[in-house]
């Protein structure tokens, strides 16, 4: 019998809006049983950040030419870097019937969608864009500048939410971890359903 593949899920919404900090809080969460996706990328490793272990920090040359070489789901250039996906843990990891979750910018999350049309997409929005600006600001990274370009560009990625099968709103950080674990349970019984349906349908004959 062949083993039914895992659900690919795909966190996706504006810069500053908690996608790390919601992410952090469903791994570190002792229901959840689905793999991450670690990404490459070309921007420098932050303090505290480990090479395997946050991202797979690489060189321009070096995410170019896996780029050549097919290497990616999806990438996209965000901030002045790189950022994707590699293909094949992904592949393999739903092969095996494991679920494996994807945090990533919203063109990213465009192609993902071109690619693998059956993949379960939550958008994560602010309550408000002033929450999403006072964020960014309590977050530290950023210029004042920075700031103010992520905020326009925020504005243009909220217009997206409605490609998305889920909006969950983080409020909370807690509460948005919770959701988006009653949806990707919720997706699981939705698919087994119309499975057994199927089957009985064709049992018929
Ligand atoms: N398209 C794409 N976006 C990614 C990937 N990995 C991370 N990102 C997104 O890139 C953006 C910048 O990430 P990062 O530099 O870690 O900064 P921060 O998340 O804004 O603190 C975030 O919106 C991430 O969700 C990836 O593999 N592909
Ligand atoms: N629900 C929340 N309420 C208040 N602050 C939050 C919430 N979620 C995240 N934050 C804070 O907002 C900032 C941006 O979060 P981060 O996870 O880095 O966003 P993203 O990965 O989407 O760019 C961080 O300082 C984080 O602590």
Not at 66 to 74: H, S
Not at 126 to 148: M, W
């Amino acid at each position: 019998m062949s083993v039914e593949k895992g659900l690919l899920i795909v966190l996706s919404g504006p810069s500053g809006v908690g996608k790390g900090t919601v992410r952090k809080a469903i791994f570190d969460h002792p229901n959840t049983n689905f793999k991450y996706s670690i990404s490459m990328t070309t921007r420098d490793a932050r303090f505290g950040e480990a090479d395997g272990v946050d991202y797979f920090f690489k060189t321009k040359e070096e995410f170019e030419a896996l780029i050549e070489q097919d290497k990616f789901i999806e990438y996209a250039q965000y901030v002045g870097n790189y950022y994707g996906t590699p293909v094949d843990y992904v592949k393999e990891t739903i092969d095996n019937g494991n679920d494996i979750f994807l945090e990533i910018e919203v063109q990213g999350a465009k192609q993902v969608r071109e690619k693998f049309p059956d993949a379960l997409f939550i958008f994560l929005s602010p309550p408000g864009l002033k929450a999403l600006h006072d964020r960014l600001i309590k977050r530290g990274t950023d210029s004042d500048e920075v700031i103010n370009r992520r905020i326009s560009k925020a504005k243009d990625e909220l217009k997206l939410m409605n490609l998305y099968d889920y909006v969950v709103v983080n409020e909370d950080v807690d509460e948005a971890r919770r959701r988006i674990q009653c949806i990707v349970e919720a997706e699981h019984m939705r698919r087994d359903r119309v499975e057994n349906k199927l089957r009985q349908i064709l049992e018929v004959f």
